[in-house]
């Protein structure tokens, strides 16, 4: 099984996105950007990384490509100073269905861009594209 973090501002998306993703993995959830990426840096402490990290676009705070910034730091930071070599692998979830925010997010070597509402098998099949799932 997987290792998965859900960040998403919105508690029914996080449940819905939660509860599919439950399938192939165990989920953990966060309503903002700070309290993911506490956990992140925890994780990779513990020697026990997040394998995907579906990110909201839109959130309070901090956007979903400001907190895929950091946490892609944190990775790298972290890789560096252990001489590590864990992937974490990351999906831009969204309601915002514009070409410029995809391209930004693949530009960003995210794996996936899932628009809201959820659909299991778009979800599950973004998944296994990657070899996730």
Known sequence: MIKIMIVDDDIVSRTKLKMILSEIGTCHDFPDGKSAEES???????KQPYHLVCLDLLMPEKDGFDVLMDL???DEDYNNEHASTSITQYIMVTSVNERGAYDAAMDEEC???IVKPYRRDLVLEKLKLSGLY
Request: net charge neutral; charged share 15%; glycine share 16%.
């Open 72 to 74: 892609k730091q944190l």
């Open 40 to 46: 992140f840096g925890q994780a990779l402490i513990e």
């Open 111 to 113: 794996i996936g861009y």
